[in-house]
Structures are given as structure tokens and as C-alpha cells.
């Protein structure tokens, strides 16, 4: 498969790892996207999407916990409502799930409390047809988003399990340059490789 981003616009006013897996177990899932950033006084919530295969019950744990949120580590929710005094920025924010055999972690991520107005984005791409060895591509299950504030380096992923959605728009983003790229994955999960990188100003 080839990558997919073809444009993008402004409309304005961020994979698991730590695996374990031990004979006889099967590890649990967690996906999701955080919300990269928030006006200080709005609530801010945040729960991952994640399952056992074995049926074991679950149990999260989260690093970098920002100091106005809460957690719940019977189902990870993160969730608070910053103040003036909470502007800023929360790096390195990571949560997992564990089965208590295995585990698996969501992508650090990082919430911005801000005290200006947030913008949003919008992408646009062509569905692939082809796979990289130029057969029919007939099992087109949907696209990844990747974006971040540097060139190659992506902070945010945002998974879209629909491969007839083409269009997607990325909000609640702060002033700054974006740099965005796509990937698209079929229902093996097998991911093509990044398409060209688009860039984008919020303001």
C-alpha cells in the first residue's frame, strides 16, 4: 500500500510498547486518541478503548499524571478541568493496561492547557487501490494519522477504522506549525508506508 495524505486546510477560530507476553497468555489491546490540548475552565476527559482475548480483568496504571486530572485505574479514564494556574504544557503522559501477566502501553502523548482560542485542522487524501507490489489493493480497512509540531517526528496518532472516510478533521489544536502524514493498513493490520508529509499553521 502507498501513502495517502494528499492535502490539507485550515478551518482554525497529539502503538503499543512495554509488551510482555508469557506462554499461555495472550496480552491485552489499549488504543485511543488523546486530546492534544484544552482551554483552561473546559473539562478535559480522555478513556483508552482496550480488551483482554483471555477474558482477565484489567487493571491501568498512567505516568506523568498532569496535576489537575484524575485517574481511574479500573478503566483508565483520565479527566479534570484545568485552571488559569494549570496553563501549560503536560509532557510525556503515558498510560497502560495489564492483565497481570502482560502488558501494553498507549504512545506518550501530551496535553497543552491553553489560555488562547483553539484551532483545528483539516485533512483530505486519496484511498489507496494499489499495494507497494502494485496488485489490487482489496482489503483496504482504513488509515492512520500521524502528526506532530517537528518535521518527522509525530507525537499524535489517530487511528480511523473506515476505509471510505477520506476527510478528518483534527481539533482542539493550539497556535503552532503542524506536520502531518498518513499511512493506510488492511484488515491484517499490515500499515503502508507514511505518505508525503503535509504542513500546516494554526492561528
Do not use: H
Not at 508469557?22 to 480488551?51: C, H, K, V, W
Not at 496553563?87 to 495489564?98: K, R, W
Not at 502494485?134 to 517537528?150: E, H, N, Q, V
Not at 506536520?179 to 484488515?187: E, I, L
Amino acid at each position: 500500500m502507498g501513502g495517502c495524505l494528499t492535502s490539507v486546510e485550515s478551518v482554525s477560530s497529539g502503538d503499543g510498547t512495554d509488551f510482555e507476553q508469557r506462554s499461555g497468555n495472550l496480552s491485552p489491546t489499549i488504543s485511543g486518541n488523546p486530546q492534544p490540548a484544552i482551554m483552561f475552565g473546559d473539562s478535559y476527559e480522555f478513556e483508552p478503548q482496550s480488551t483482554d482475548p483471555d477474558g482477565d480483568p484489567l487493571t491501568f496504571l498512567i505516568q506523568n499524571k498532569p496535576s489537575w486530572a484524575n485517574f481511574d485505574a479500573s478503566t483508565g479514564r483520565l479527566f479534570g478541568q484545568p485552571t488559569l494556574g494549570d496553563i501549560g504544557v503536560y509532557d510525556n503522559i503515558a498510560i497502560s493496561v495489564s492483565d497481570s501477566t502482560a502488558s501494553r502501553s498507549l504512545r506518550a502523548f501530551t496535553i497543552t492547557v491553553s489560555q488562547s482560542a483553539l484551532g483545528s485542522v483539516t485533512l483530505n487524501w486519496v484511498a489507496p487501490t494499489e499495494n507497494t507490489d502494485s496488485s489490487p489493493l482489496l482489503d483496504l480497512a482504513g488509515y492512520k494519522i500521524y502528526y506532530g509540531t517537528r518535521s518527522g517526528e509525530y507525537n499524535y496518532e489517530i487511528q480511523i477504522d473506515s476505509a471510505g472516510l477520506t476527510t478528518y478533521v483534527v481539533e482542539n489544536l493550539v497556535e503552532d506549525t503542524y506536520y502531518f502524514a498518513a499511512t493506510a493498513f488492511n484488515s491484517s493490520g499490515v500499515e503502508s508506508e507514511f505518505s508525503r508529509e503535509a504542513t500546516k499553521t494554526v492561528n
